[in-house]
């Protein structure tokens, strides 16, 4: 079993950053790929980010690119989101996920674990 926890979200105005965070424990994380999802209210969870383990192959919606930033550190177990220029749609609850397959995915149902989430919030 893997859990999942997520922190650093807020609220801050558009045009700003916040580096979100995601810290496992339970199982071995280090060969897990892991994405970020986000989802606001009456809307399906959307893919955002991943990154594989191996070489650490990134992915990335087309609404974040060049914006969002996916990195992992192994040793410290953790995933990070680092989110520029932050727009209001960017608003939501940010979740983090593993996969036991070390491969990109988009798919909320290649994901195994997920955190609780963290709140996102841009003032426009």
């Known amino acids: 079993q893997v859990q999942l926890v997520e922190s650093g979200g807020g609220l801050v105005q558009a045009g700003g950053s916040l580096r979100l965070s995601c810290t496992a424990s339970?199982?071995?994380?280090?060969?897990?790929?892991m994405g970020w999802f986000r989802q606001t209210p009456g809307k399906e969870r959307e893919f955002v980010a991943a990154?594989?383990?191996?070489?650490?192959?990134?992915a990335y919606a087309d609404s974040v690119k060049g914006r969002f930033t996916i990195s992992r550190d192994n040793a410290k177990i953790t995933v990070y989101l680092q989110m520029n220029s932050l727009k209001p749609e960017d608003t939501a609850v940010y979740y983090c996920?593993?996969?036991?397959?070390?491969?990109?995915?988009?798919?909320?149902?290649?994901?195994?674990?997920w955190g609780q989430g963290t709140q996102v919030t841009v003032s426009s």
């Open positions: 339970g199982q071995t994380f280090a060969k897990y790929a």
């Open positions: 996920a593993a996969n036991r397959l070390d491969m990109i995915a988009t798919m909320t149902s290649n994901y195994n674990y």
């Open positions: 990154i594989t383990w191996s070489f650490r192959n990134t």
